[in-house]
């Protein structure tokens, strides 16, 4: 990955990294229970909505939720940091963390399955509806992703784009946000042509007006298929295993397909 990480290091610019860092869930009154989690970045507007229907709910849930790489959040929680819920863009980290003793085997959940899109800005000339082909052309300039090293949208985007036949033209010209969302940012502020994001992204209303996508086929990368754990030790199990719950019941579920997330089993 040295080329990658040298066509990152080029890119100097300062954005406003969509995932941020901490989450915008509303207040919820005193006494609410609390859940703190760490959250891929591909969630963020969708789990801000989650965030919003479990504040009002009875009793109360306030999420205090961070967002970043999976990768990033598997490595904290290896090393102890205290989160009560994690929900990563993949299985595999929350399945390896309750391998290690930092969670039930059973606490393990699916709850998602990710999609893939080309996005590029308005105004743009590139044709996003040629979608991993439209990228070869050197023209384009740069082409955002996240890190294929620690998010699993960005081995995702790395796999797509070698299934497409593009990936060596196109390697030299990456630029890897930390996380996806910062890689879609790149794209919306003009500091890369393009990006290949988590389709949850570019439905959002921040990204919606902004630019123009194309989805990539699921048969050209692995499965992103998303699960959570609830973690050991976590200060309010009950709270904990509500939002599991909601999830991956009836109206989290609803929320999760508005931006365009597949359900386990699909």
């Not at 044709?127 to 052309?137: E, H, I, M, Q, R």
């Not at 902004?210 to 309010?236: I, K, N, W």
Request: glycine share 10%; net charge neutral; with cysteine.
């Amino acid at each position: 990955m040295s080329r990658l990480r040298a066509a990152t290091a080029v890119l100097i610019a300062t954005v406003a990294v969509l995932a941020g860092c901490g989450g915008g869930a509303p207040a919820a009154p005193a006494g609410a229970q609390v859940v703190r989690v760490a959250a891929a970045a591909d969630l963020k507007f969708a789990l801000e909505e989650v965030a919003a229907v479990l504040a009002k709910a009875d009793p109360p849930v306030r999420l205090q939720t961070t967002y970043g790489s999976s990768g990033t959040f598997f490595q904290q929680i290896s090393n102890g940091a205290p989160f009560d819920v994690f929900l990563s863009a993949d299985l595999s980290y929350p399945t390896r963390l309750a391998e290690a003793g930092r969670a039930a085997p059973d606490d393990v959940f699916a709850y998602a399955v990710g999609r893939l899109v080309v996005w590029v800005p308005n105004g743009s000339p590139v044709d996003v509806s040629k979608g991993l082909t439209a990228l070869a052309d050197p023209a384009v300039g740069k082409v955002a992703i996240a890190n294929p090293e620690h998010a699993p949208y960005g081995r995702a985007a790395v796999a797509a784009m070698r299934s497409a036949g593009v990936y060596d033209r196109v390697e030299s010209r990456l630029v890897l946000g930390e996380n996806v969302a910062q890689a879609a940012e790149f794209a919306a502020s003009g500091n890369a042509g393009a990006s290949v994001i988590a389709l949850s992204l570019a439905l959002a209303p921040q990204l919606a007006d902004r630019g123009r996508h194309e989805e990539v086929p699921l048969p050209s990368f692995p499965r992103l298929d998303q699960g959570g754990v609830v973690l050991a030790g976590t200060a309010d199990r009950a709270a904990a295993v509500r939002l599991r719950e909601f999830l991956t019941g009836e109206q989290g579920t609803a929320i999760l397909k508005r931006y365009g997330f597949y359900l386990p089993g699909a």
